[in-house]
């Protein structure tokens, strides 16, 4: 009888998504508000939806400019179980201190849209995909952008920081080459209509339609965000859109979606799916 009454915890590490543990426990947003005003905007849906997904425990604590020793302890307070033999170490090495040579030819100051409530992702990225080789681009914050360098520094861009003051951070990021570009900007490579209905086929009816065709932007990106976090493990998304959303695409591989498309006359249809399905 006592078996009815257990609980099972998520075991969370400093690898854990800050996203799944709101999923998980929503009374985490409050807690991490707690630790650091740079988690006020988790308060935000819109930028919650965006941006917890992307960040870990880890980096989370070097967003907000706390030990992840501190925030594990706090959220084992509101019922998570901590993994053992975790080493909390800093999951992000980077190009560090000597800036007296770099010279950007672009920058971009995100403050202005995270204060607005917006992800300034998809502006960075554009602006970085029309940047030569050797050239350098700026991104003034708050914070250290550490999921931005993640995947930038993936794609074999050189990245290096500079916090000029408590809430001023420079983040230098240079290409390299001619064909490294951001994650985002990439041609989608599967406009594949076998695989698209042999992937429907396999989902029949398990799937949620959803028309983001004649909403303006950011609402596609929000709201097919928005309907993932709903998704049950069983089915797939069925989108159709005006045309390939390739800043939604990084967000996908992030999440641990798949996906593939199939161009109609005058839209295109994406499936959307778990990355661990149909395999």
Same mark, same amino acid.
């Given at each position: 009888?006592?078996?009815?009454?257990?609980?099972?915890?998520?075991?969370?590490?400093?690898?854990?998504?800050?996203?799944?543990?709101?999923?998980? $426990?929503?009374?985490?947003?409050?807690?991490?508000?707690?630790?650091?005003?740079?988690?006020?905007?988790?308060?935000?849906?819109?930028?919650?939806?965006?941006?917890?997904?992307?960040?870990?425990?880890?980096?989370?604590?070097?967003?907000?400019?706390?030990?992840?020793?501190?925030? &594990?302890?706090?959220?084992? =307070?509101?019922?998570?179980?901590?993994?053992?033999?975790?080493?909390?170490?800093?999951?992000?090495?980077?190009?560090?201190?000597?800036?007296?040579?770099?010279?950007?030819?672009?920058?971009?100051?995100?403050?202005?849209?995270? @204060?607005?409530?917006?992800?300034?992702? $998809?502006?960075?990225?554009?602006?970085?995909?029309?940047?030569?080789?050797?050239?350098?681009?700026?991104?003034?914050?708050?914070?250290?952008?550490?999921?931005?360098?993640?995947?930038?520094?993936?794609?074999?861009?050189?990245?290096?920081?500079?916090?000029?003051?408590?809430?001023?951070?420079?983040?230098?990021?240079?290409?390299?080459?001619?064909? $490294?570009?951001?994650?985002?900007?990439?041609?989608? @490579?599967?406009?594949?209509?076998?695989?698209?209905?042999?992937?429907?086929?396999?989902?029949? =009816?398990?799937?949620?339609?959803?028309?983001?065709?004649? &909403?303006?932007?950011?609402?596609?990106?929000?709201?097919?965000?928005?309907? =993932?976090?709903?998704?049950?493990?069983?089915?797939? =998304?069925?989108?159709?859109?005006?045309?390939?959303?390739? #800043?939604?695409?990084?967000?996908?591989?992030?999440?641990?979606?798949? #996906?593939?498309?199939?161009? @109609?006359?005058?839209?295109?249809?994406?499936?959307?799916?778990?990355?661990?399905?149909? $395999?």
């Amino acid at each position: 009888m006592l078996a009815l009454f257990q609980f099972n915890y998520m075991i969370i590490s400093p690898s854990t998504r800050i996203g799944a543990v709101i999923k998980d $426990n929503p009374k985490a947003i409050e807690t991490l508000v707690s630790l650091s005003p740079h988690f006020n905007k988790l308060k935000n849906p819109v930028l919650r939806r965006l941006l917890a997904p992307r960040v870990t425990i880890a980096e989370a604590a070097l967003i907000g400019n706390c030990p992840v020793e501190k925030i &594990m302890d706090r959220l084992v =307070l509101i019922g998570f179980e901590v993994k053992t033999s975790v080493k909390a170490s800093d999951p992000l090495p980077h190009l560090a201190n000597d800036h007296t040579n770099i010279e950007p030819v672009i920058s971009h100051d995100a403050r202005v849209q995270l @204060a607005a409530g917006e992800d300034p992702l $998809n502006a960075i990225l554009k602006k970085l995909s029309g940047i030569s080789p050797n050239e350098t681009m700026l991104v003034i914050n708050s914070f250290e952008p550490v999921p931005l360098i993640r995947i930038l520094k993936a794609k074999g861009y050189l990245i290096s920081v500079s916090k000029m003051e408590p809430e001023l951070v420079y983040t230098y990021i240079t290409s390299t080459q001619i064909e $490294n570009q951001p994650e985002g900007i990439e041609t989608a @490579a599967t406009d594949d209509t076998g695989l698209f209905d042999e992937i429907l086929k396999h989902y029949k =009816l398990k799937f949620t339609e959803l028309d983001v065709r004649y &909403m303006e932007m950011p609402r596609p990106m929000v709201t097919i965000l928005d309907e =993932l976090e709903q998704l049950q493990s069983w089915e797939a =998304l069925y989108v159709r859109h005006k045309k390939i959303p390739v #800043y939604l695409l990084p967000e996908l591989r992030e999440r641990n979606f798949k #996906y593939v498309f199939k161009k @109609a006359e005058s839209e295109v249809i994406i499936l959307i799916y778990p990355s661990y399905a149909c $395999n």
